[in-house]
């Protein structure tokens, strides 16, 4: 989404858009290492991933994704002095809600210790490889479309990325499962590194508008 919202947010740098994108998944490893929220390992839970998400209100429940979501809005809005930019930034971060909606068995509150959700289209391989890749697919061709490399840093740098996120990606359901909880949000911390990867990329991309 952070890549196709780039049609829409020509001033936003891409590290601001794909902060927002991961927005919630930023938030959940810091809020497991203090042991906020649980996520626990079970093979099985769906095909697409090993991972049972036991609790996770404060950054997975729609009622929360909508404050954090109007926070980060605000930022965008005094940092980029653009009220449209920061229009597209907090409703990043809400799409990624509903995205998990699709692909999450029942698991996401509405609010925190409200009723939870999800269509579960991690249930199905296929499926989830075919949406998923599709909006992938889309939001590098709108990028590419909105955006030229002024060098081959905004070249290769983002060759980089989408090759790597894809892997990671492409990976998961063949992956072995993680050792433990602190394992997945010390890898989770990691993710910190796109939006600055991203904003990287753009520095070197101009707008073809």
């Known amino acids: ?17 794909v902060a927002a994108s991961f927005g919630i998944d930023l ?5 497991l290492l203090a042991g906020v929220e649980r996520v626990a390992i079970d093979p099985g839970n769906t095909v697409f991933t090993p991972l049972d998400f036991e609790s996770y209100p404060w950054s997975h429940s729609l009622l929360m994704v909508i404050i954090w979501a109007a926070l980060l809005a605000l930022v965008a809005w005094r940092r980029l002095q ?8 907090g409703g990043l971060v809400v799409s990624h809600w509903f995205l998990d909606w699709v692909t999450h068995r029942p698991d996401l509150p509405l609010w ?5 959700t999800g269509l579960g ?11 998923e890749g599709a909006l992938f697919a889309i939001g590098i061709v709108m990028y590419q479309t909105a955006t ?18 894809g892997a990671i990606w492409l990976s998961g359901p063949w992956s072995a499962p993680p050792p433990g909880a602190s ?27």
């Open 82 to 89: 653009d009220k449209a930019d920061a229009l597209v930034v």
């Open 1 to 17: 989404m952070a890549l196709a919202a780039k049609k829409m947010a020509h001033r936003a740098s891409l590290g601001w858009l």
């Open 121 to 131: 289209l991690w249930n199905s391989l296929v499926g989830t490889l075919v949406v």
């Open 27 to 31: 938030l959940w490893p810091v809020l």
């Open 183 to 209: 394992a997945i949000a010390v890898v989770g911390l990691a993710m910190w590194l796109f939006p600055a990867w991203a904003a990287w990329i753009d520095r070197h991309r101009s707008s073809r508008q």
């Open 148 to 165: 030229r490399a002024t060098d081959h840093v905004g070249t290769w740098a983002f060759v980089g990325l989408i090759g790597l996120t």
């Open 112 to 116: 925190p210790s409200g009723p939870v």
